[in-house]
């Protein structure tokens, strides 16, 4: 293996690892969602499914403060802003003693986790360009998915052995690891020359400029809605598999399994994209992603939850397409905006969490005892994706000023 094979496949590791540390957040807590509520004084479902939906919230706000910024004062310092914010709300998760304390420390740390995962993308951005950087995104995100797959049974672990405190130490530990990683062997993507001087109307002119763009703004939305109904099985995934299943001790590995065939889609997604492109993979998998929920939607239409295998089976249907979705809707809404990549990043996560924040939280709550609704969920957020993805690539519909893209 040459010098730079190992420096493409650190970058890629260490990239990823700015990213997972949001999905550990995320995802380590999902087996403790009902003690937490429990201690703090909250049993009610929806507001456990709160605890996953915050951070998403926390994310997509931080991504406009650290986004501009990095653009102005360059990548690294930024993330270690963040990683600190992050280390803060992580205490405040740990002292809490009521649902609102929790949800602001759930919050708080988004809004840290924000600037890894945002700069993140942005260093990919200043490397990469193209299906090149599709590729390497899809890498990044292999690497990434591992957390999904191991954080929950962690979490598991750690819950029984040390209580859901401790889950909250053991991600500040985690940040700790990879902030020495990131300082010690980083450089600096974003040169000197190609910063642009922090102003007050840094923000507003990021955001004249990326409405320039439709296929950037499109795609945005689409990955927003996309982003919708994962976050509604992140949500809801406790509550169903131990709730109204009752799988509490299989629910690790139920997680892990499912993570995996999202995991291996990445991965195949990294290889084809080079030969197919992002819009042709864009295109077979939201056919794929909606139609698998609409067969679901007519065999069990009025029926109890099928089998936990046969649910399993239509997840991973599921989280196959979703994991050629995601990279590539990233890349292919960032490829024409390069030229302002972090303010760029930030607004089209901004704009992408406005649309799947509120489809979460709405159909989450038909959640009880039913599997149904999620599905009806991944078909709607699926035909309305399609019906943008097609408007924008099969008509002369003109708003603004559009630029070639």
């Known amino acids: 293996m040459t010098k730079a094979q190992k420096s493409s496949l650190e970058f890629i590791a260490l990239m990823a690892s700015l990213m997972a540390m949001a999905a550990l957040a995320i995802d380590a807590i999902l087996p403790a969602m009902s003690v937490i509520s429990s201690d703090i004084g909250s049993s009610d479902s929806g507001s456990s499914q709160l605890l996953i939906i915050m951070v998403f919230l926390g994310l997509g706000f931080g991504q406009l403060i650290f986004g501009p910024l990095s653009d102005s004062f360059g990548r690294k310092p930024l993330v270690f802003i963040g990683f600190l914010i992050f280390i803060i709300a992580s205490f405040v998760c740990i002292y809490s003693t009521s649902l609102e304390m929790m949800i602001f420390g759930r919050i708080l740390q988004g809004i840290g986790l924000s600037a890894p995962r945002t700069i993140s993308y942005s260093m990919i951005r200043d490397s990469f360009e193209g299906n090149d ?14 957390v999904p797959i191991l954080a929950p049974a962690m979490g598991m ?151 936990i295998e046969i649910l399993c089976f239509f997840l991973a249907l599921e989280f196959v397409s979703l994991g050629f979705l995601f990279g590539n809707l990233k890349s292919i809404s960032l490829q024409p905006i390069g030229h302002i990549a972090g303010i760029g990043a930030a607004l089209t996560g901004f704009i992408s969490t406005l649309f799947a924040v509120p489809i979460s939280a709405f159909l989450g709550s038909f959640i009880t005892d039913s599997v149904y609704p999620m599905f009806a969920g991944f078909f709607f957020c699926g035909f309305f994706s399609l019906f943008l993805f097609f408007k924008l690539n099969s008509s002369n519909l003109r708003f603004f000023k559009i630029k070639k893209s």
């Not at 950087?133 to 591992?146: D, G, K, P, Q």
């Not at 750690?158 to 020495?180: D, K, N, T």
């Not at 195949?268 to 056919?287: A, D, R, W, Y």
């Open 133 to 146: 950087m599709a590729r390497i995104m899809s890498f990044v995100t292999v690497v990434f998915v591992l």
């Open 157 to 307: 672990f750690i819950l029984e052995l040390y209580g859901w405190q401790s889950i909250f130490y053991f991600q500040m530990l985690f940040c700790f690891i990879v902030a020495v990683w990131f300082y010690s062997r980083q450089k600096e993507t974003l040169s000197f020359e190609n910063r642009i001087p922090f102003t007050s109307s840094l923000f507003t002119n990021g955001f004249f400029e990326l409405i320039k763009y439709k296929s950037s703004l499109i795609y945005t939305a689409i990955s927003g809605i996309v982003m919708g109904s994962f976050m509604l099985y992140l949500s809801a995934s406790q509550q169903i598999f131990q709730n109204q299943y009752g799988l509490v001790d299989e629910f690790p590995l139920i997680f892990a399994g499912l993570a995996v065939a999202f995991g291996i889609s990445t991965f195949l997604n990294g290889k084809l994209v080079m030969f197919f492109g992002m819009k042709k993979l864009i295109k077979i998998s939201l056919i794929s992603f909606t139609f698998s929920a609409s067969v679901y939607l007519l065999l069990f239409f009025a029926q109890p939850n099928p089998s």
